[in-house]
């Protein structure tokens, strides 16, 4: 079983960039496929981003193409999440999430693994 840890959100502003850190113990984090999701007040969890295991295959939900990019630092048993020219829409508490299977995308239910999620606020 793995731990999922999530840093580095925070308030910026708009157009500006944020580095989420997903932090991995208990097991190495390329054994699994990894994801992220968020959550706005009052809306319902949704896809970020995925990269299957150990990696090769990506999706990103269609808005953020372009502007989020995921990817692991196996050396420090973490999965990254970088956003830029970010909006005041990005704004939610972002979620990583881990699945056993090869690569479960965007299915929320697929995913076996959550964080307890890290707040993003982007001002305009």
């Known amino acids: 079983q793995v731990q999922l840890v999530e840093s580095g959100g925070g308030l910026a502003q708009a157009g500006g960039s944020l580095r989420l850190s997903c932090a991995a113990s208990?097991?190495?984090?390329?054994?699994?496929?990894m994801g992220w999701f968020r959550q706005a007040p009052g809306k319902e969890r949704e896809f970020v981003a995925a990269i299957s295991r150990p990696g090769g295959k990506f999706d990103y939900l269609g808005s953020l193409k372009g502007r989020f990019t995921i990817s692991r630092d196996n050396a420090k048993n973490t999965v990254v999440l970088q956003m830029n020219s970010l909006k005041p829409e990005d704004t939610a508490v972002y979620y990583c999430?881990?699945?056993?299977?090869?690569?479960?995308?965007?299915?929320?239910?697929?995913?076996?693994?959550w964080g307890q999620g890290t707040q993003v606020t982007v001002s305009s």
């Open positions: 999430a881990a699945a056993d299977t090869y690569y479960p995308g965007s299915q929320l239910g697929l995913y076996d693994y």
């Open positions: 208990g097991r190495t984090v390329n054994t699994y496929a």
